[in-house]
């Protein structure tokens, strides 16, 4: 079985303050690919960052940062000295090599920045 | 622009009405696919398509329906069959050859059933 876990439903912290997005995922394959992506109040999904069961490299752009971690099956996403413009739900995303096109989805973390 | 569209933004049916949901892009995406998200949920998989002429039902597909008689189009029709069809719905697309390249989104449909 495949599944996203994002046990941190709604996070709030201070403008400037450093906040980190937990994600677990569950899977049997050996292939797969994990994907962050940011729903601001507009509604649509913004696709952040893609990484592969094979790249376990931490990934730095801007004032985002991911940690993969393949032993403890987590993809977490930090974002340094947060802004008010970070407020959104982000969503952590899983899809295997299972043969199909499906992409498993957690619930979502809603960010709160406060000014 | 590339890009994915959804129209209309908001949508109000009333009960027993079938409704379409558009999703155009123009990304020359091969994989195209709708979700459904509630209040507080991630996102369900309600159809998706692969390739023209070809498409497979997700983890909801009951009460909806889908063609895919162009690359570019992928429209959804929420039929008076979905008990429940009050939600936002998200149509999304990929490349979807070979590796597992991400999606990207359109700006959703927020459909009202009263």
């Known amino acids: 079985a495949q599944k996203v876990t994002q046990a941190q439903t709604e996070i709030s912290v201070v403008e400037k303050e450093d906040v980190t997005l937990d994600c677990v995922y569950e899977?049997?394959?050996?292939?797969?690919?994990l994907f962050w992506y940011k729903q601001p109040p507009s509604g649509e999904l913004v696709f952040l960052i893609r990484r592969n069961s094979f790249d376990e490299q931490n990934e730095i752009s801007g004032r985002y940062s991911w940690n993969f971690q393949k032993s403890t099956s987590s993809f977490n996403f930090t974002i340094t000295a947060s802004q008010v413009v970070d407020s959104a739900v982000y969503f952590c995303a899983l899809n295997s090599y299972s043969g199909t096109y499906k992409y498993i989805f957690g619930t979502g973390t809603r960010l709160k920045v406060l000014a | 622009d590339g890009g994915i569209t959804q129209s209309p933004k908001y949508l109000f049916r009333k009960e027993g009405q079938n409704v379409t949901l558009s999703c155009e892009q123009n990304l020359n995406h091969d994989a195209m696919y709708w979700y459904r998200q509630d209040p507080g949920q991630g996102l369900r998989l309600i159809y998706y398509s692969q390739i023209v002429n070809d498409f497979q039902k997700g983890d909801i597909a009951e009460g909806y329906s889908v063609s895919r008689e162009k690359k570019e189009s992928f429209p959804l029709t929420v039929t008076s069959a979905q008990k429940n069809p009050t939600a936002f719905y998200l149509c999304a697309s990929s490349t979807g050859t070979g590796y597992r390249p991400e999606q990207y989104f359109g700006p959703g449909t927020r459909l009202t059933v009263t």
């Open positions: 899977t049997r394959d050996t292939t797969y690919y």
